[in-house]
Nanobody, 126 residues
Framework: QLQLVESGGGLVQPGGSLRLSCVASGFTLNRIGWFRQAPGKEREGISCISSSGGSTKFAEAVKGRFTISRDNAKNTVYLQMNSLKPEDTAIYYC?????????????????????WGQGTLVTVSS
């Protein structure tokens, strides 16, 4: 069964940190994108990592605060989120693309990703 599962969400105070994980079963992760959907807003792309980890991309809203990494032996991608702000509150999704593309201009095009996780809720509030 092909499945992506996110974990690591929760409630954190402003300025705090969380690390989200995205684990795949049934297939090998290639390019991975992290997306988020805040209440009342459209889902947006925030980060991408290529299959080798050599290519990454971040949305301006999270650049300098979030990092992305992967452990291919564990078929897992991580999103480290630091200096969290209330506006980071959203459901966070990881998505997998079986292509070997790097994180270029198509990194945040949602229709390029074939598998999606169920999402994990991140709430930043005091």
């Amino acid at each position: 069964q092909l499945q992506l599962v996110e974990s690591g969400g929760g409630l954190v105070q402003p300025g705090g940190s969380l690390r989200l994980s995205c684990v795949a079963s049934g297939f090998t992760l290639n390019r991975i994108g992290w997306f988020r959907q805040a209440p009342g807003k459209e889902r947006e792309g925030i980060s991408c990592i290529s299959s080798s980890g050599g290519s990454t991309k971040f949305a301006e809203a999270v650049k300098g605060r979030f990092t992305i990494s992967r452990d291919n032996a564990k078929n897992t991608v991580y999103l480290q989120m630091n200096s969290l702000k209330p506006e980071d509150t959203a459901i966070y999704y990881c998505a997998a693309d079986r292509s070997g593309k790097i994180c270029g201009v198509s990194a945040f095009r949602q229709n390029e990703y074939e598998y999606w996780g169920q999402g994990t809720l991140v709430t930043v509030s005091s």
